[in-house]
């Protein structure tokens, strides 16, 4: 469950960005539309190959068994 101070941050956010004046950023140049879809797409690109490499590490692995030879006392079906 969502506590309820991030649901009110979430809720407020809009609010905050509507009072930031366009162009208040000193030093910003603005983004070409080449630039802007590099961006996305490196972003894309990386976001995959996150998920591939927890999907590579999460998946089960499948081990053989290894019986060993021993006989155990507390174990009468093996040996």
């Known amino acids: ?3 309820p101070g ?9 609010v905050a ?5 366009p162009g208040s950023c000193s030093g910003c140049g603005p983004l070409s539309l080449p630039l ?16 591939v490499v927890v999907f590579v590490c999460a998946r089960p ?3 053989p068994t290894q019986e060993d ?6 174990m009468p ?3």
């Open 1 to 3: 469950m969502i506590p």
């Open 6 to 14: 991030n649901i009110l941050l979430l809720l407020l956010l809009p």
């Open 17 to 21: 960005a509507a009072q930031i004046t």
């Open 36 to 51: 802007l879809a590099g961006l996305v797409a490196t972003d894309a690109v990386v976001s995959l190959l996150i998920v």
């Open 61 to 63: 692995r499948s081990r």
């Open 69 to 74: 030879g021993n006989v155990y006392i507390n």
């Open 77 to 79: 079906s093996r040996g």
